[in-house]
């Protein structure tokens, strides 16, 4: 019982992390639905969309409160598919945007549509981003899309667009087409911020070293990079001549670097780089541990 307990809700700090990325998130979330997608009459997908159409037909009940009820069966399924853990972040993370769609009211309106647009796809994207940081989310769409990735890797920004887009398509006949031509916009905006807070510079690259000076830059990348490597035996094609390949995983804002040390020791390496689209791993991981 007590590792259940611990691992539930891990250190004092992390609860902290976790509950302050879950708070800031919801209340951008808030403030893009009440101060730009409603003012400005455009369509929300997921969860949030069907929910802005119910309040059109029933506005006597309150939006958070609809927004509140429709996430009850998705939370069935993070329970059973995710997490406990990420469970109860969720549950957090939806009534603290409930709250905040409910009581944060203030306009936010440009000129221009295409800029509103922009805007709330700007502000969308940071502040489920931001949710999905933490070990939880703010319901809706985001469980899917964390289900999704956890079970065929597919990313989060492309879930949430298509199954918003989806959303979308179904309750347009509620809003005029350049209502919903706009609001595509926002998502495809969104979708593109929520990859880039998530993963950002915490994106990890996969490196190929060919060196005769092998053993040196392997001794660089664990003193130095203070990253692990593996040594791989192979053989050249063409020359016959057995061959170390070195490999490594590394984030981002370590690359200058890296690529440095193995030139300066030899100018003639042979260095691939290529994207990770996951990494998992407790020490370079770059997914949240929901």
């Not at 502000?123 to 940081?133: D, F, P």
């Not at 706009?182 to 807070?197: A, F, G, P």
Request: glycine share 8%; hydrophobic share 50%; proline share 2%.
């Amino acid at each position: 019982m007590k590792n259940k307990v611990q691992t539930l809700f891990q250190s004092p700090q992390q609860v902290l992390r976790d509950t302050l990325l879950l708070s800031i998130g919801s209340i951008l979330c808030a403030i893009a639905i009440n101060g730009i997608l409603i003012p400005q009459n455009f369509v929300s997908g997921g969860i949030t969309g069907i929910s802005l159409v119910l309040y059109k037909v029933l506005p006597q009940i309150n939006l958070g409160l609809i927004y509140l009820i429709l996430n009850i069966p998705l939370f069935i399924l993070a329970w059973m598919a995710v997490g406990r853990r990420f469970f109860f972040y969720s549950i957090f993370g939806t009534l603290f945007l409930s709250l905040s769609i409910a009581y944060i009211h203030f306009s936010i309106s440009l000129d221009d549509k295409m800029l509103n647009a922009l805007l709330a796809g700007l502000i969308l994207g940071a502040g489920a981003g931001l949710c999905l940081r933490s070990s939880g989310s703010q319901g809706g769409t985001d469980i899917l899309s964390v289900m999704l990735l956890r079970r065929f890797s597919v990313s989060l920004g492309n879930t949430i667009l298509t199954v918003n887009a989806i959303v979308i398509l179904m309750t347009s006949v509620y809003y005029s087409i350049e209502a919903v031509l706009y609001t595509l916009i926002v998502l495809y905006v969104s979708s593109k911020v929520v990859n880039l807070v998530v993963t950002g510079l915490s994106q990890r690259k996969a490196v190929f070293i060919i060196s005769s000076q092998w053993e040196k830059i392997s001794g660089e990348i664990l003193k130095d990079i203070r990253r692990g490597v593996t040594v791989i035996k192979g053989q050249g094609g063409y020359t016959g001549n057995e061959e170390h390949i070195l490999y490594t995983v590394v984030p981002m804002t370590e690359i200058g670097r890296l690529k440095r040390r193995v030139l300066d020791i030899d100018s003639g390496a042979f260095v691939v780089i290529s994207d990770t689209m996951e990494v998992i791993n407790f020490r370079i991981g770059n997914q949240p541990h929901w």
